[in-house]
């Protein structure tokens, strides 16, 4: 957990957990002897991928940026939000929103708890938040079991908002339409008193992504569109001066982009 002021709004980032994943589905449209030349891997041909989701407090609403991987914990290594918001001060009763990025698993399975076999929602004073676009393709072509378990039972309960375009959600809070990785994907711009911080979601899953925004993952559901998400997303970045959430770099996941030439790079924080 990392917490720190942006101005007048308190932001923490969330450390989900970490665990190795097969590096070559992050550069699924590059050749292996390409990538390999800026990137090690274990023996497996894997890399450590962070889970970094956000809490935000604007003072006047409590806000949580996806929720992690619930009871899918990966033998203990996933699944510690909850943890990490009690770390943070927090409790679940006290987030007013929740956002989620978009609806793949590692970003909603902790939507719900399982309570007597009932699926309940988690932030029980929450309306939360997700694009129409990935609520129409994850119900619908997309579809995933995740989407059963974790949102229909928040429709179900009228506690699912569905958001179209870009969307003021609470003042200095911003959802951007970020599509590419999937249809409705959406970052969010956390602005307060002249400072900005952007949370990207998954349009970036590896530092490389900055320094090669061509390069694009096997996961993109729309792969066409990313490299041009990326680009009007680094000029946003670098037009606020934004600190950067890069959800599954190494925890905290902060860090900075800086222009390299023609290109961009990368800077991590720690
Ligand atoms: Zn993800």
């Known amino acids: 957990m990392r917490k720190f002021p942006v101005g007048q709004i308190q932001l923490a980032v969330l450390d989900d957990g970490c665990f190795p994943f097969p590096a070559a589905l992050f550069f699924h449209n590059v050749p292996e002897a390409v990538w390999r030349t800026q990137l090690e891997t274990d023996a497996q041909g894997k890399i450590p991928v962070g889970h970094n989701y956000g809490l935000v407090d604007t003072g006047r609403e409590v806000i949580v940026i996806d929720t992690g991987y619930g009871e899918d914990t990966h033998d203990g290594r996933t699944g510690h939000l909850l943890e990490e918001l009690e770390r943070a001060g927090y409790r679940r009763e006290q987030v007013g929103i ?3 990025t978009h609806a793949h698993g590692d970003h909603i399975k902790r939507n719900t708890l399982l309570q007597s076999g009932k699926r309940i929602p988690t932030f029980p004073h929450a309306r939360y938040h997700l694009a ?7 119900g619908g072509p997309g579809h995933v079991q995740e989407f059963d378990e974790q949102i229909v039972p928040l429709e179900e309960l009228g506690l699912l908002v569905l958001f179209d375009g870009q969307t003021q959600l609470a003042p200095g809070i911003l959802l951007l339409p970020t599509p590419g990785h999937t249809p409705g994907h959406a970052s969010v711009l956390i ?3 002249g400072q900005s911080v952007l949370f990207l979601g998954d349009v970036c899953h590896h530092p490389l992504h900055f320094a090669h925004p061509e390069w694009v993952s096997a996961f993109d559901t729309h792969p066409a569109l990313t490299p041009q998400t ?4 680094f000029s ?3 037009e606020r001066d934004a600190l950067l959430v890069c959800p599954h770099a190494l925890a905290p996941g902060l860090g900075r982009l800086q222009r390299d030439g023609g290109s961009y790079r990368w800077q991590t924080l720690h």
């Open 230 to 233: 990326r680009a009007r997303l």
């Open 132 to 138: 129409r676009a990935d609520h129409d393709w994850f």
């Open 191 to 193: 602005e307060s008193q």
């Open 98 to 100: 929740v956002i989620l």
């Open 236 to 238: 946003l970045a670098l």
